[in-house]
Nanobody, 130 residues
């Protein structure tokens, strides 16, 4: 059973930066991808970034490209999301997740999120506001 624990969420001003961390434990080879998702109030949960476990190829939703960077430290079993140039519309609960989802289809339709994710973390709140 894969377990994911996020941390690093905070209140930050527009234009600021934040780094989220995800501690991964368990047998990730049960899945083929690991990624970051977010859910804003009143909106569907959507994929933000995603990497295939086999080769590390990483993908981003258009809304965060060139602002967010996903990275992994396999030795520490950690996954990170570096977020720069944050905007108020980035405000959401951010989740780390593992499963079978098509990273090339970010941000993923709600049915793809529901059907593809096998394990969720508990989420961490990111608020971008002045």
């Amino acid at each position: 059973q894969v377990q994911l624990v996020e941390s690093g969420g905070d209140l930050v001003q527009p234009g600021g930066s934040l780094r989220l961390s995800c501690a991964v434990s368990g047998f990730t080879l049960d899945y083929d991808a690991i990624g970051w998702f977010r859910q804003a109030p009143g909106k569907e949960r959507e994929g933000v970034s995603c990497a295939y476990i086999s080769d590390g190829s990483t993908y981003y939703a258009d809304s965060v490209k060139e602002r967010f960077t996903m990275s992994r430290d396999s030795a520490k079993n950690m996954v990170y999301l570096e977020m720069n140039s944050l905007k108020p519309e980035d405000t959401a609960v951010y989740y780390c997740a593992a499963g079978y989802f098509r990273c090339t289809r970010l941000p993923l339709a709600p049915t793809e999120v529901a059907g593809g994710v096998g394990s969720w973390g508990q989420g961490t709140q990111v608020t971008v506001s002045s």
